[in-house]
């Protein structure tokens, strides 16, 4: 089982920028599919951005395109998460997860798009956005 911690939130202003990162321990996540969820108070988790495990593909919800990027090293089983322009309804905790186990070998291209592809989730961290 993998375990997985996230770093990197706080408060920031809108348009502010925030990093967060995601650590996994436990087993290698080099050939899995990694990304990231949020839910806000009141609100269901939400999908944000997937990377497939050869980082060659990514894909994000329409809320944060152009505004977030997804990325891996895989050497050192981090994922990471630049937030960029940020917005007051970018205000969640932010969610690390990997691929579901399969016992088959992932495409290198392939990127999960909902929350129901992801198999393990960190704790999270929160990201506060003010107006």
């Known amino acids: 089982q993998v375990q997985l911690v996230e770093s990197g939130g706080g408060l920031v202003q809108a348009g502010g920028s925030l990093r967060l990162s995601c650590t996994a321990s436990g087993r290698t996540t080099s050939n899995f599919p990694m990304g990231w969820l949020r839910q806000a108070p009141g609100k269901d988790r939400e999908f944000v951005a997937a990377?497939?495990?050869?980082?060659?593909?990514?894909y994000y919800a329409e809320s944060v395109k152009g505004r977030f990027t997804i990325s891996r090293d895989s050497a050192k089983n981090t994922q990471y998460l630049q937030m960029n322009s940020l917005k007051p309804e970018d205000t969640a905790v932010y969610y690390c997860?990997?691929?579901?186990?399969?016992?088959?070998?992932?495409?290198?291209?392939?990127?999960?798009?909902?929350?129901?592809?992801?198999?393990?989730w960190g704790q999270g961290t929160q990201v506060t956005v003010s107006s």
């Open positions: 997860a990997a691929g579901r186990e399969r016992g088959i070998v992932y495409s290198p291209v392939y990127t999960p798009r909902k929350e129901a592809d992801f198999g393990s």
């Open positions: 990377i497939s495990w050869s980082g060659r593909s990514t």
